[in-house]
């Protein structure tokens, strides 16, 4: 078992092909801070590392479908689902970043993610039931 931990991020796919979409995520690390990307166009099937775990439905009316763009990364949003995003604070630099991490002054994507997730269903873009898979 590797001591590393995953880095987490919420993939919404494409209407037209599931395996491509944008792949939203916190990028950084602890000691420079991290920052809000959305990779368009994203191929799940590039990275032989990526497990997904369906969460819950998003309504298409949320979401900004671009299935005929080319890959292109960017922090601006587009839809209410990504727009949720940048209303999450992303974790900034961590002066003491060897330090457990405990999800208010040392947090990662992972955490992130998972503050991501209880916005949405706060704002009632997903069901309650995606807290308790993630």
Known sequence: ?????????????SATNPYRGTKIHAV??????????????????????????????????????????????????RGKIELAATQIPTPGINQNFMAPVNNTTNKRCQEWTMEYVRHLVAK????EEAIEIV
């Open 1 to 13: 078992m590797s001591s590393l931990r995953a880095r987490f991020s919420i993939f919404v796919p």
């Open 124 to 127: 009632g873009l997903i069901d």
């Open 28 to 77: 950084g690390a602890p000691m420079a801070g991290y920052i809000l990307e959305f990779k368009r166009n994203y191929n799940l099937s590039l990275d032989p590392h990526n497990q997904t775990f369906p969460i819950g439905q998003i309504h298409s009316s949320d979401i900004v479908d671009s299935p005929d763009a080319a890959p292109s990364i960017d922090s601006t949003p």
